[in-house]
């Protein structure tokens, strides 16, 4: 069994700063890829950060210059520095990884359960 563990939303005032949480736990071969997407009410799930299978980063435009990807191989974990928060930032934060696990070997896409954040006054 493969698991990804959301921590650290919560409510700030516009401005403030979050860090975000993602650890992988499990049966885990290889990760491949590791990132954050969002989903605030009413739309679709989009992506924020994200680590390439290559070591690459993609940011959304809207978070560019003001959100930071970062992560800790030795501990399957990737984090999501937020700045400079804005009240449109406000949405569930999912993690999301591409994992070959060790037991079977198959390798597919798994979720953390999301964390919210509210940016607001």
């Known amino acids: 069994q493969v698991q990804l563990v959301e921590s650290g939303g919560g409510l700030v005032q516009p401005g403030g700063s979050l860090r975000l949480s993602c650890a992988a736990s499990?049966?885990?071969?290889?990760?491949?890829?590791m990132g954050w997407y969002r989903q605030a009410p009413g739309k679709q799930r989009e992506l924020v950060a994200a680590?390439?299978?290559?070591?690459?980063?993609n940011y959304a435009d809207s978070v560019k210059g003001r959100f930071t990807i970062s992560r800790d191989n030795a501990k399957n974990t990737v984090y999501l520095q937020m700045n400079s928060l804005k009240p449109e930032d406000t949405a569930v934060y999912y993690c999301?990884?591409?994992?070959?696990?060790?037991?079977?070997?198959?390798?597919?896409?798994?979720w953390g359960q999301g964390t919210q954040v509210i940016v607001s006054s």
């Open positions: 999301n990884s591409r994992i070959r696990r060790a037991t079977g070997g198959t390798t597919r896409d798994y």
């Open positions: 499990g049966s885990i071969l290889s990760i491949y890829a």
């Open positions: 680590f390439t299978s290559g070591g690459s980063t």
